[in-house]
């Protein structure tokens, strides 16, 4: 088992960044692909990013691309999602996840979910 607890959520202002964190333990982290999701309030849960094990390649949905950066510290079992420019759009509840298999961008593939941390943007 992967055990995830994300950090770093809040309210921010639109226009601001924020960092949001999650720390794994249990199973070896750098084995898997990482991924962020988000649940806007009457949402689907969707994709936002994904970073392979190495760290070499990354993916991000179109809604963040240019805006958000994933990265990760294997040193450290640690995923980052640094969030630039947000706007009311990006509220929701930010999920972190492993990717076993399967389409990066689809959530079924993810098996170690974290509990998700809230970041509201007032409008």
């Known amino acids: 088992q992967v055990q995830l607890v994300e950090s770093g959520g809040g309210m921010v202002q639109a226009g601001d960044s924020l960092r949001l964190s999650c720390a794994a333990s249990?199973?070896?982290?750098?084995?898997?692909?990482m991924g962020w999701f988000r649940q806007a309030p009457g949402k689907e849960r969707e994709i936002v990013a994904n970073?392979?094990?190495?760290?070499?390649?990354?993916y991000y949905a179109d809604s963040v691309k240019g805006r958000f950066t994933i990265s990760r510290d294997n040193a450290k079992d640690t995923v980052y999602l640094q969030m630039n420019s947000l706007k009311p759009g990006d509220t929701a509840v930010y999920y972190c996840?492993?990717?076993?298999?399967?389409?990066?961008?689809?959530?079924?593939?993810?098996?170690?979910w974290g509990q998700g941390t809230q970041v509201p943007v007032p409008s």
């Open positions: 249990g199973r070896p982290f750098s084995r898997y692909s």
């Open positions: 970073i392979t094990w190495t760290g070499s390649s990354t």
């Open positions: 996840a492993t990717h076993l298999r399967g389409p990066r961008s689809v959530s079924s593939g993810y098996v170690y």
